[in-house]
């Protein structure tokens, strides 16, 4: 499938399928566009990952230091924009360092504060997302100095214009564990009070409620050599994008914070992740993608589950 080059200010339809569309242009641009006008204030979950504030410059492009905070914080206003009253940003940001030291750099936190204040969001919760397969990292730090431990984790910030948006974590419920299964079937809990002075009372804890609220520290592994996606960019010689954002965490944000047919936004979207996992889970999908190889190899997500449900735009 042969290129199209886009041009400054240009934001194109480029697929569509039965519950989503993926446009290939900036963000902002696509943001400010009359193509996705009619989503504005229509939108339940803006679930993405930007990119992230590396000292290293990516394949996807990425800025650094001062310029990234204020490239990012110019699209909290935008955001919000489309949301509805109750909606949710949900943002995976990395890790970066300082240049040539062993220390950790706060551009990324700075970054969210300025976004939040730009906004006048307010911050629902902090996620870990911990990969234990990840390679270690920086390597120059972690393999050959010795002086440090590998960085195997991503923050993921939960924003909303108001404290309490539409959420529901029996959508997200873990299977319980084998104790907790063992105590469920006993009926008796040793009850009273803990070392924190909190009291638990005999019955607390043994209802079932079908399963386990999970915490906010998440662990999905990003190890796959052969899906779908890998498969199609293998096929038609496209290179992967290579920072993909797990479809165990797309499904998590997407389960907590919408219902079937809610309207999830990806603005940053890359190898599509979101759109994908969104049209599975039943909902209505928007992409941003600037790069024509992105764009083409995400159709690969797709095109592997139902080639019949789609409207190529080329």
């Keep these: 499938m042969a290129a199209v080059p886009k041009t400054k200010g240009s934001v194109e339809l480029a697929f569509r399928t039965n519950r989503g569309s993926s446009f290939q242009g900036l963000a902002e641009e696509a943001l400010a566009s009359k193509q996705l ?16 504030p590396l000292n290293r410059k990516k394949r996807y492009g990425n800025l650094q230091g001062e310029a ?56 629902c919760q902090e ?11 920086p390597v120059q730090w972690v393999n050959v100095e010795r002086i440090r431990v590998k960085d195997s984790f991503t923050h993921v910030w939960w924003m ?11 959508q997200i419920q873990k299977p319980y564990s084998a104790s907790m299964i063992k105590l469920l ?16 009372g005999a019955t607390s804890f043994l209802r079932d409620n079908g399963g386990a609220i999970p915490s906010n520290v998440l662990e999905f592994s990003n190890t796959l050599s052969s899906e779908p996606y890998l498969d199609y960019c293998r096929q038609y010689g496209y290179k992967p994008h ?7 965490l797309a499904s998590f944000f997407i ?27 039943g909902r209505r999908w928007v992409s941003i ?22 409207s190529f735009a080329r």
Excluded at 185 to 200: E, F, L, M, Q, V
């Design 68 to 123: 990234y905070a204020a490239w990012l914080s110019e699209f909290a206003p935008l955001f919000k924009r489309f949301l509805k009253p109750t909606g949710s940003i949900v943002m995976e940001m990395g890790n970066a360092w300082e240049a040539g030291l062993p220390v950790m750099s706060t551009l990324s936190l700075r970054s969210l504060l300025r976004f939040l204040d730009a906004g006048s969001l307010h911050l």
């Design 242 to 248: 290579p920072a993909r954002m797990q479809s165990e």
């Design 255 to 281: 389960r907590f914070l919408t219902d079937p047919d809610g309207v999830v936004l990806d603005p940053f979207a890359g190898s599509n992740t979101t759109g994908a996992v969104a049209e599975r889970l």
């Design 127 to 137: 996620f870990i997302v911990h990969n234990p397969a990840r390679l270690p990292g």
């Design 160 to 170: 909303s214009p108001t404290a309490r948006p539409k959420a529901d974590n029996r």
């Design 37 to 52: 006008a009619w989503w504005r204030g229509k939108v339940d979950l803006i679930l993405t990952s930007p990119p992230f």
């Design 289 to 310: 993608e600037p790069k024509d190889e992105y764009v083409n190899s995400s159709w690969g997500r797709f095109l592997s589950e139902d080639q019949d449900q789609f």
């Design 185 to 200: 079937k006993r009926r008796t809990y040793n009850s009273g009070a803990r070392p924190s002075d909190h009291s638990i």
